[in-house]
């Protein structure tokens, strides 16, 4: 019995040891749970602190990024419609610039119309070297449809020094020469290009009629070409030089004493006209010069030939000055004897002017 219960107090206090132990390791089980969840709270909060700063980070560039963007879309929208409206005024410019080149096709339409009848092509010429020569001379320097003594008139003439004229003639000859340039074959070329020359032969036999030294003219004419185009072709020899015969330009100058000119090379002639006008004004004016500087040699040696007698005259009376202080001297002397007194005169004498050489 004793034995027994000796046994159940052992089995006993085991059991409360064992409970005692378990109660020892819950309880470390708990610290260290508690320990556990105390870093795992403090490790939250910091992940959770820095996410905070990341959201908050990522927030700001998102905010910045989004504000860049609308900066660059509003630009872009103001840049946008500036170009708009600068596309919008270009496009009533080029509306404007389409009214005027069509104006412009109208207008040249009506001059080739124009030009397409000899008569007004002619008129035309004759306008144009009007032109040229009014930008060029003063109204005096030259005169328009001149008129010889036989009736012959010439489109204009350049008065020169010592009254000689220059003669200028419009010649404006397209008809053969633009089919010519539009004909396709080449014997249809060779046919024009022929009648072209024949044509131009008559304009510059018809030019050096007006060449007439009996009326003062120079030996030599202008034959005045409106047409750059027609110009050119005749100095290269496109036009104008045939196998068997010399180039027009030299034809012209050589036999009939004429000068072929176009608008650009007539400036450069007449420009030279100018320089020789130029020279003759300053010849009038040396002489002039000259003359003046005569009269005033004589009205210098008029001049002299009074300070001359000036000079006579004055010595004349220097002279007689000086005679008479001479004798005003003796008079005193005579009164200091009779007086007995001191002589208060004092005497001088005036140098009389001398000649200089």
């Not at 397409?116 to 032109?131: A, C, D, I, N, W």
Request: charged fraction near 25%; proline fraction near 2%; aromatic fraction near 8%.
């Amino acid at each position: 019995m004793e034995s027994i219960l000796f046994l159940l107090i052992l089995l006993l206090l085991g059991a409360v040891f064992y409970a005692i132990t378990k109660v020892v390791d819950l309880d470390k089980k708990i610290a260290e749970n508690s320990a556990k969840k105390e870093n795992n709270e403090a490790n939250l909060k910091s992940d959770i602190l820095e996410l905070s700063r990341n959201v908050s980070s990522l927030n700001n560039s998102v905010s910045k990024t989004i504000q860049d963007s609308n900066n660059t879309m509003i630009s872009s929208i103001s840049k946008s419609q500036s170009l708009i409206a600068e596309i919008s005024k270009e496009m009533s410019k080029f509306s404007e610039t389409g009214k005027h080149v069509g104006s412009i096709a109208n207008e040249l339409k009506t001059l080739q119309t124009v030009l397409s009848m000899p008569k007004q092509r002619g008129v035309f010429g004759e306008y144009y070297l009007e032109t040229v020569l009014s930008n060029t001379f003063t109204p005096g320097q030259y005169q328009l449809q001149y008129k010889f003594s036989d009736g012959q008139i010439v489109d204009a003439v350049v008065f020169l020094d010592k009254g000689r004229i220059l003669p200028i003639d419009s010649k404006f000859t397209l008809e053969n020469y633009n089919r010519m340039i539009e004909s396709g074959t080449k014997e249809e070329k060779e046919k024009l290009h022929k009648l072209t020359i024949d044509d131009l032969k008559k304009r510059i036999n018809e030019t050096a009629k007006y060449i007439k030294p009996s009326e003062n003219t120079m030996n030599f004419a202008f034959m005045f070409i409106p047409s750059e185009a027609l110009y050119y072709d005749l100095l290269i020899g496109k036009v104008g030089t045939a196998s068997s015969s010399q180039d027009l330009i030299s034809y012209a100058y050589n036999e009939k004493h004429v000068i072929v000119v176009s608008p650009t090379s007539l400036m450069a002639y007449l420009q030279t006209v100018m320089q020789g006008l130029r020279s003759l004004e300053i010849e009038k004016n040396a002489k002039d010069i000259q003359k003046r500087v005569g009269e005033l040699g004589k009205h210098l040696d008029k001049y002299d030939e009074y300070m001359v007698k000036l000079g006579k005259t004055l010595g004349t009376t220097v002279s007689h000055f000086n005679n008479a202080q001479k004798e005003y001297i003796k008079v005193d002397k005579d009164i200091v004897k009779i007086s007995g007194g001191e002589t208060s005169v004092e005497a001088f004498a005036i140098d009389k002017p001398q000649e200089i050489e």
